[in-house]
C-alpha cells in the first residue's frame, strides 16, 4: 500500500503499464524539484545590497514631511529627471522604536538601486551612454580645470624642496581622477559609491564582493559606536590641532610655531564637555553688546582689558562696550574716522571683505556689519586669554591662527583690505617676510590700515619701528596714501595702497625684498612655508586680479569675467555653471531652507558651508542676518577666489583634521555631497565627532548626499542622540536634517596627546 497515494497520476486507474510511467514521472518530478531547490539556493543580485547585521537603538525624533519642488529637482538632465510618484521616497522617522531600523534602510537602498538599474537597462540606455562619452571628453579636458588646493600646495611644496616623490605623484593623479568624477556630476549627481556597488552586484551572483564586505563592516563600525567625553588639559574648550601637547612641548617658539597646527596623527572620535551652566547662546544683534559668562568663562582679559572698553563683568553676562585698545571710544567712531581719513576705502561699496590681524574680541568685525563689509578677524589661541572665542560667541566672524612660519589658509590677492590696529605683529623683521604675506593674500589696488603706536608715537623704539616700516613699504611698492589723527583716541593711522601694475617693481634699483619665482603659486596655501618674496600682479583683464570687482552688492551675483575662457566644476562653461549654481542655490534655500525644515532662523547666526563650491549657498542667504564660513576642502576644485570675489570669505580646510575654532561655535552647519567624499580617506566617526564638537547644542546640521552616506551619517547622528527632522530621498540622492541635541555620554576617554604637563599651561 505504499503506493496508494500516488497510484493516480492523470485520473486513471494503474496498470502494470501504468505503473513504469507512474516511476518514471516520479523520478522526472524529483530531479525537477531538486534543480529548482538549486536554483532558489543563489541569492538575487538585489539581497547582496547593503547586508549587515548592526543593530542601532534609536533615538526619539521628529520629523518633517516635506517634497522637493519643481524648481530645486528639476535642475539640469543629470539631476532629478521628472517622474512618476513612485519614484519619490520620502523616509519619514517617528517617536515609536522600531524593531528593526536597519532592515528598514536595507529595503529602501535597495527600492532605490532597483530603479536606478531598471533605468539603465530600459529607456535610459541612449542616455546613459551619452553620460559615459560626456565624462570621457571632460577627462582629457582637466588640465583646463580648476585645481585643487592640495595639489597647488603639493606643487608649490614640491618647488621648494626642489625634489617630489612617485607616491606624491600617484596621490596627485588620484586626486584628478577624483576631481574629474566630481566634476561630470550635476547638482544632485547619483553618489559615485553606489555606482560602484550597481556595477558589482550585477555580476557577482552568489559571491560576496570585497566592496560589499567592506561597506557592511564600516556600517557596523558606525552602529556599534560607543560614544565617550574627551579627558583634555584644555577641557570644554578643546581644539584638537591646537592643544596637542604632545607636539607642541618639542617645538621652538621664536616664529610662533607653538601657536600653529600641530594636528595629532589620529583625530579623536570623543565629545568635547560643555562648560559647567552653559546656555543657548543670545541671538544677533544683542550678542554683540553681550553673551552668557558661562558660555565662556574667562575674567582675564576682562581684568586687563576692561579699561579700554574691551570687555566687563556685569553679574551672569560678559559685556562688550564696543572699544578696543584704539579705539576706546566705540568702534563706529574708529570706523568712520577711517572712512574720513582716506574716502576711496568706500565701506560697503569699494571695500567688502577685510581681513583683521590681531582682532582682540573682535567689535572693529561686529560694527563693520552696520557698513554691509565682512570682516574675517583672526588670532592665536590662548594670547589674549579666549579672544577668538569671545568674539564667535558674540556672532562675529573669528578664526584661530597666527603670522607664523606657514602662508595664511588663503588664496592670493583676494582680500579688499586688511587691518592691523596695535595688532603686536613685527611685520619689519626677517626681510618683512610677514608682511610679504599679506601683500600675497592682498587685492592689487587694496589697502593696509596700520594705526599701532609706530605710526604715531616718538619714543626711540617706535620712531626705529617706523623707520624700518617705511623702507620696507617702499622696496615693496606700497605707496602711502594717508596719515591721519583721531583726536578722540589719541591715536593715527596710515593707510598704504598695494600697486595694480608691474611698473614700480621693474623700476626698482635693488631686487629687495625678491619677486617671487614665477613657478611660485600663489594661491598655494596649505601648509606652505612663508618665503619673503613678492609675486608680480596680473596685467592681463582677461585673468583674476587685473581688474578691481563689480561694487557690492552686484558683485555677489555677477559672474567674473576671467571666468569666461575656463570650464566650470559641473562640466559646463564656466559662467554658465556660475549662474546655474546661484540660481539653484536661491531656489534650495528659498523653497526648502527657509520654509520647509522647520529651522529657527532667529537662532542662526554663524554658519559653515563644509564644502562650498561657488558660494552658491552663502549667496542665497545674504540678506539675513549672518554670516558664512565658506570651506573649500583640500581636494575638491580651488574655486575659494570666486568666492571672495562674490563679496564672501572662506578658508581651505581637510575635514580628516579639525578645525581651528573653538567648541560649540557654529549654529548651522552644511554639508552638500561633503561626507561621500570623505569617507575614502578619513575615518567619519572622527568626522561626526568634530560635527559636534564645533556645533552648538540645539544648532541645525544640513546633509546632501548619495542615500547610501546620508544612511550612514543618520546612524551616526542617532547614536549621538540628536533629534532626526527630516529624511528625503529621490533617485538615491536625499537630504538630512538634524538638531543637536544637549546629551554628552558619562564614560571618559584620555587624549594623551592633549594632556599639558605642570607650568606648561
Known amino acids: 500500500m505504499a503506493m496508494g497515494k500516488y497510484s493516480r497520476v492523470d485520473g486513471k486507474k494503474s496498470s502494470g503499464y501504468g505503473l513504469t510511467i507512474t516511476i518514471v514521472l516520479i523520478v522526472s518530478l524529483s530531479l525537477v524539484g531538486a534543480w529548482m531547490f538549486m536554483s532558489s539556493w543563489s541569492a538575487p543580485t538585489e539581497s547582496i545590497h547593503f547586508s549587515s547585521t548592526q543593530n542601532t537603538k534609536d533615538v526619539d525624533t521628529t520629523t518633517t514631511k516635506t517634497d522637493f519642488t519643481n524648481e530645486e529637482v528639476d535642475r539640469t538632465s543629470k539631476s532629478f529627471p521628472d517622474g512618476k510618484s513612485e519614484e519619490t521616497e520620502v523616509v519619514t522617522e517617528s517617536n515609536e522604536e522600531k524593531p528593526d531600523p536597519e532592515s528598514s534602510g536595507e529595503k529602501t537602498e535597495q527600492v532605490v538601486e532597483k530603479k536606478e538599474f531598471e533605468d539603465k537597462n530600459g529607456e535610459g540606455d541612449r542616455k546613459d551612454g551619452e553620460g559615459e562619452k560626456d565624462t570621457e571628453s571632460e577627462s582629457d579636458e582637466t588640465k583646463l580645470k580648476e585645481k585643487t588646493q592640495l595639489e597647488e600646495s603639493s606643487e608649490e611644496n614640491k618647488s621648494e624642496d626642489g625634489n617630489g616623490t612617485e607616491e606624491n605623484s600617484e596621490e596627485s593623479t588620484e586626486k584628478k581622477t577624483e576631481e574629474n568624477t566630481e566634476k561630470s556630476k550635476d547638482v544632485f549627481p547619483a553618489g559615485d559609491q553606489a555606482e560602484i556597488t ?84 543670545i541671538k544677533w ?23 579700554q572698553n574691551w570687555v566687563k563683568m556685569s553679574g551672569e553676562y560678559l559685556t562688550f562696550p564696543g572699544g578696543g585698545t584704539q579705539f576706546k571710544n566705540g568702534a563706529l567712531h574708529y570706523i568712520d574716522f577711517l572712512q574720513q581719513s582716506y574716502p576711496d576705502i568706500a565701506w560697503g561699496n569699494r571695500t567688502r571683505v577685510i581681513l583683521d590681524v ?50 595664511l589658509p588663503f588664496p592670493g590677492s583676494v582680500f579688499d583690505l586688511i587691518h592691523c590696529a596695535r595688532c603686536r605683529v613685527p611685520w619689519h623683521i626677517e626681510g618683512g617676510k610677514l608682511l610679504l604675506e599679506l601683500n600675497r593674500a592682498l587685492r592689487p589696488g587694496g589697502f593696509f590700515v596700520w594705526s599701532a603706536t609706530p605710526v604715531y608715537r616718538k619714543t626711540e623704539e ?33 593707510v598704504y595702497q598695494k600697486p595694480m601694475s608691474n611698473e614700480c617693481y621693474n623700476k626698482r634699483s635693488q631686487n629687495e625684498p625678491p619677486l617671487c619665482k614665477d613657478s611660485d603659486d600663489q594661491n598655494a596655501a596649505w601648509n606652505v612655508p612663508l618665503e619673503a618674496c613678492m609675486h608680480k600682479v596680473t596685467e592681463d583683464s582677461t585673468k583674476r586680479g587685473a581688474v578691481w570687482p563689480e561694487r557690492w552688492p552686484q558683485r555677489v551675483e555677477t559672474a567674473p569675467q576671467w571666468l569666461e575662457s575656463q ?195
Open 198 to 281: 550597481k556595477e558589482s552586484s550585477t555580476g557577482s551572483g552568489a559571491w560576496s564582493t570585497q566592496l560589499v564586505e567592506s561597506q557592511n563592516e564600516k556600517k557596523a563600525q558606525v552602529s556599534s559606536i560607543k560614544w565617550k567625553v574627551c579627558n583634555v588639559t584644555a577641557g570644554p574648550d578643546y581644539i584638537p590641532c591646537l592643544d596637542n601637547w604632545q607636539a607642541i612641548r618639542k617645538l621652538a617658539r621664536k616664529h610662533y610655531e607653538h601657536r600653529e597646527r600641530h594636528c595629532p596623527e589620529e583625530s579623536p572620535s570623543c565629545l568635547v564637555p560643555l562648560p559647567e551652566g552653559y546656555k543657548r547662546s
Open 285 to 307: 544683534s544683542k550678542s554683540r553688546e553681550k553673551i552668557w559668562y558661562n558660555n565662556v568663562p574667562h575674567m582675564k582679559l576682562a581684568e586687563v582689558k576692561g579699561h
Open 358 to 407: 590681531g582682532c582682540g574680541v573682535a567689535s572693529f568685525g561686529g560694527y563693520l556689519f552696520d557698513r554691509d563689509v565682512l570682516a574675517l578677524s583672526f588670532a592665536p589661541k590662548d594670547e589674549h586669554e579666549a579672544q577668538v572665542q569671545f568674539a564667535l560667541e558674540r556672532g562675529i566672524p573669528a578664526m584661530s591662527n597666527v603670522m607664523g612660519t606657514k602662508r
Open 462 to 494: 617706535d620712531v626705529g619701528i617706523w623707520k624700518a616700516m617705511s623702507k620696507l613699504t617702499k622696496a615693496m611698492c606700497w605707496e602711502l596714501m594717508t596719515i591721519k589723527k583721531d583726536e578722540l583716541n589719541e591715536v593715527s593711522a596710515a
Open 567 to 761: 570650464e566650470g566644476v559641473y562640466g559646463k562653461p564656466a559662467q554658465e555653471d556660475f549662474t546655474a549654481d546661484h540660481e539653484r542655490w536661491n531656489t534650495i534655500v528659498s523653497k526648502s531652507y527657509l520654509n520647509g525644515m522647520g529651522i529657527d532662523w532667529s537662532y542662526v547666526r554663524n554658519v559653515m558651508d563644509m564644502r562650498a563650491v561657488y558660494g552658491g549657498f552663502a549667496a542665497a542667504l545674504k540678506d539675513l542676518k549672518l554670516w558664512v564660513m565658506n570651506v573649500v576642502p583640500i581636494d575638491s576644485p580651488d574655486t575659494l577666489p570666486i568666492i571672495y570675489e562674490r563679496g564672501l570669505f572662506g578658508i581651505y580646510h581637510d575635514w580628516c583634521e579639525s578645525f581651528s575654532t573653538y567648541p560649540r561655535t557654529y549654529d548651522l552647519l552644511h554639508a552638500d555631497h561633503l561626507f561621500s567624499s570623505l569617507k575614502k580617506r578619513c575615518n567619519l566617526v572622527s568626522v561626526m565627532a568634530e560635527v559636534d564638537r564645533i556645533l552648538r547644542p540645539q544648532g541645525t546640521f544640513i546633509v546632501r548626499d548619495d542615500m547610501e552616506t546620508i544612511g550612514e551619517v543618520e546612524k551616526m547622528v542617532k547614536s549621538l542622540k540628536w533629534n532626526v527632522r527630516m529624511t528625503q530621498s529621490k533617485d538615491g540622492e536625499g537630504v538630512l536634517s538634524v538638531q543637536k541635541s544637549w546629551w554628552r555620554p558619562t564614560e571618559v576617554e584620555t587624549i594623551t596627546s592633549a594632556i599639558a604637563k605642570a607650568g606648561e599651561v
